[in-house]
Structure formats: C-alpha cells, structure tokens
C-alpha cells in the first residue's frame, strides 16, 4: 500500500510587507512600501465614486473623463504629452468603474521626476480639447457599437438594470451611444472637478522611492485638488431586486448566455471571510468547483460555469453563470439551482471546506509577486477600509472557518431558492 502524500503545513503569516503610512505637509496619506532592488516606481490610487457620481442622464460621463485625462494637460495637447509618455516610457492610465475612480502609473526611477510632472498635469489641469474629446467620443462609441450583440455584454447590462433599478449600479458603467454621443467638453471638465477631490482618496506607492521624497510628491500631485464631500453610503445596504423572476433577451445565436444574482455579503459582514470559502466551493474554483463538476463534467452542458462575491460600496451581490445550448439552458440552470440548495440543506463536506481553505490561503502570496500587484492589493484593502495589518491576519481569519460556519453561511445565502435570472439567446424552457 502506498504511504499518504504528505502536505506542507502553510504559512497562515501572510505577505512579508513593510508598509509605511506616509503623510505631507498638506495632509495627504499614502502607505509605502519601499523596494530598492530595482529601480521602478508603481503608484495606484482611487477616488471615492466612479460611475455612482455619473449625472442620471449621462451614464458613461466617469469612464469618458478617465479616457481623456492623458490626453492633454496644462500647456501639452495629446500628441505632445503621450509623446512625453513614450519617451520616458511612463505608463499612465485611468479607469472608472462602479464605486472608484482609477489611476496608476509606473516609471523607472531615473524617470520619475518627469512620471510625477506628468501626473500631476494629468489630474489638476487636464485639457478636454474638442478635438481629443471629439476622438475618444468615437473610440467608446465604436466599442458599444461592437457590443451592441454581444450576448455577454447584453446579459451584464440588463442583470444589473434589473437588480439595481432607479440606482446608479444599474447603469451601464460605459454608459450607452445616446449619452456618450451627446457628452460636450465642458460637461465633462465640470464632471472631473467633483470627481479628483481629497474626499475618500486612497493612495499606495511601491518601489524605489523615499518616504521623505514620497511625501513631498503627494503634494505636488494631489495637494491642490479640491477637498470635495465623502459619498453618503446607505445605513444598510441596498436590497438586489428582481429575485425570483427571468428574463430573456432574445438573440438569434446558438448558445444562450445565463446570468444570475442573489444577495451576498459585503466587505465587512462577519460571514464575509465564510461566504469565500462557499463561494469557492459552489463555484469560485476553475476545475474543482460542484458547479464545474456538475455542469461540465458530469453533464457537458457547458465549457465554464464560475460563481462569485461581488461586494460593492452600497451593496452586495452572489453573481454567477455559464453559456450553454439553448435547448440546455433550462436543464444548465436548474443543476446551478440544486447544487446551491444542496449546501443549504446539507452543507459541503469537511473535506471541501478544508480543500477550499488550503487553496485561498496557498494562493495569496501570488498576488503578492510584482511591484504593481502589491500595490494593486493593498490599496484594495485601503478601498475596503482595512489596515496593512490585515495582511499578516487574513490567512488566520481562513484557517478559523469551520465547516458549521460554511453551513450556515449556506443556509442563509442559497437557502432562498429566488435568484435573479438573465438569459440573452434562444434559451427553450426559460419563462
């Protein structure tokens, strides 16, 4: 008989980070982690409120700023600052997604002077010349022409609208041909100003770089923006709508494309840490997951089949789904409906549980392995409103969950039966 494979214990310690909360003369903060081996410098940070400050008749007004922010500022147009860019080969880039506004940029040491010049232009006096507005205009509406039959991109948007309606994360993030196309540059210089303020900016630095010269460069990139107001969050999060009903778009394509929600944990429910490892479980895990099993493996109904938490500033959702045959799209979604009653009547196994633990805590140090990731992570965690010591405890915070805390962490997220379903396709059987 062969002898048991023996496991590695694993470090529940997590990431070996110095992290250094650096503050200036102004009174922006940062966190710093300071690594001289190499000679690059990676900045990551967020604004409180990205496509949630979108004006309700101008969906789409947040992504468009953050497409224009590089393209001229203070006495560059666009070509000149991107040449700028590329000759000192700074990566600089801007995005706006539900909750936050995002910027990063990296730079070699050596170039840092002109990366942090450029930043700061970017942010305190970018252009919108009607030229590059006008460009950048039909770059975003040539995309959502393009998606315009996706299936993937229809089922998004149209889940969202369902779930969250009358509310800004029911909105297409993107926004859609008719706002964007009537967006002017006024408009839009207007929009920047209340969404690059002090309020709820998060900020983290990595690399080669002082604490001393950090804090006297978050002056001159920040230190002039507006103070603006905090987001006024609701005392309770925002209830998903729309459970228990279907909807279907129809499309004339082969598969149909499915998509659901239920209600899930936001970041700081104390069943957060639980509902992941059900979540993987369920469906978070790409080949070991009941969903993949049960959908791929044992039934073929589809290539990929994922579940997710989505935790966001006003709510929080369980988001998952598949693409499958349309005469198998029924027979797809009631496997995905058994399998989440399942771990709410019964539970996962001891065996599951400690399996999806050992992967959550053995994987975090990947996230961990470049400059640009660190600093992507933590200031994730900054976003959340935890603290860098909440690296060193969150593998103790999995390695605690026991398998009666995944049940009924089961019982209350899949123990209503009611999903919000969205299918774009020909689905048979779907009402």
Known sequence: MNAPIPVAP???SGPALKVQTVRSAAGIEAWLVEEHSLPLVAVDFAFDGGATRDPDNSAGSAYLVSGLLDEGAGDLDAE???GKLADHAISLGFDARRDDFHGQMQTLSSHRDTAFELLA????APRFDADAVARVKSQVIAGLQRQAQNPETLCRKALFAAAYPGHAYGRPE???????????PAGLKAL???LLTRAGLK???????TAEELSRRLDQV??????GSPRVLPPEPIAVQGLGETHVIDLDVPQTVLRFVGPGPTWHDPDFIAASVLNHILGGSAFTSRLFLEVREKRGLAYGV???????RESALVIGGTATRNDRAAESLAVIREEMLKLANDGPSEHEVEEAKRYIIGSYPLRFDTSPKIAGELLNLAIRGDGPDYLGERNKHFAAVTLDDVKRVARRFFGDPRLLVQAVGRPVGLA
């Open 121 to 124: 232009l970017a942010l305190n």
């Open 10 to 12: 694993l470090s529940l």
């Open 80 to 82: 000149a600052f991107q």
């Open 192 to 194: 920047s100003g209340g």
């Open 222 to 227: 920040f230190g002039a923006l507006p103070a």
């Open 174 to 184: 993107h926004g859609d041909i008719d706002s964007v196309s009537r967006m002017e």
């Open 306 to 312: 994922s579940s997710s938490l989505l935790p966001l």
């Open 203 to 209: 900020i983290v630095v990595v690399g080669d770089i």
